[in-house]
């Protein structure tokens, strides 16, 4: 499967739910339902998937809602990513106007049990990250958006929109969100998670929110870092 994908900085939520609402654009999941979602990449020491602009991860996911609501089925899935060529996404100067990846994705039943083979392998849970989200679709007759999600993404560094789908579909819908081309981000959250903290001067650990950021992580390390900024 090809992924192409964008990113949009969520500088105003309510403006952006409105627009949502005009393109006629309707959660997926019901009402006040969002996606927790808990993310490890893995790798080599010498972070050699990294440095082929690949990525092997482990996600842990639940649907949530209020406070105090009754806890949902956890569901886990093991995904790899690696870069394909990006002619014909280029852009009048020759850049990539969206980001392209191959990816590949299984559901498994034991996240404990694979983390467990991936360290008997060798590799190594090095970077964690999680996020809240909200996806979006927008009605069958509103064609030009068949395949396309508009995913409302609440993280611990601000609130993002990923459009992932066919190309067109994407432009357009970044259009009617009130956004141009000049807006798109292709960084990934890694990227972005290590420039938040290098613009707050606090030391890269993990991209967690504040009640799991205690917990005793093994800190990423400046080669690990500049390394990682190929994928995510």
Not at 118 to 133: D, I, M, S
């Amino acid at each position: 499967m090809r992924e192409v994908e964008i990113k949009l900085r969520i500088r105003n939520e309510r403006t952006l739910r409105k627009s949502l609402k005009r393109c006629g654009a309707r959660p997926v999941h019901a009402a006040g339902k969002r996606l927790w979602q808990y993310n490890v990449l893995f790798d080599t020491p010498k972070r050699g998937l990294a440095r082929k602009g690949q990525l092997l991860r482990i996600r842990t996911e639940r649907l949530v809602g209020a406070p105090g609501g009754k806890p949902m089925e956890e569901h886990v899935s093991v995904t790899f990513k690696r870069p394909v060529s990006r002619s014909g996404h280029l852009n009048s100067r020759g850049r990539a106007r969206h980001r392209i990846r191959e990816e590949m994705e299984v559901r498994v039943a034991d996240g404990s049990s694979l983390t467990k083979i991936f360290e008997g392998l060798g590799l190594t849970g090095w970077f964690r990250y999680e996020r809240y989200r909200t996806t979006f679709a927008l009605p069958a007759e509103k064609r030009w958006g068949r395949g396309l999600l508009i995913e409302l993404d609440e993280t611990p560094i601000g609130t993002f929109v990923e459009l992932e789908g066919p190309p067109e579909a994407i432009d357009r819908a970044a259009r009617e969100l009130g956004f141009s081309k000049r807006d798109y981000i292709l960084k990934n959250y890694l990227v972005l998670y290590l420039e938040d903290c290098r613009k707050r001067r606090r030391e890269p650990k993990h991209m967690l929110f504040e009640p799991l950021a205690g917990v005793r992580r093994k800190n990423l390390r400046g080669k690990e870092s500049a390394a990682a900024i190929k994928f995510g």
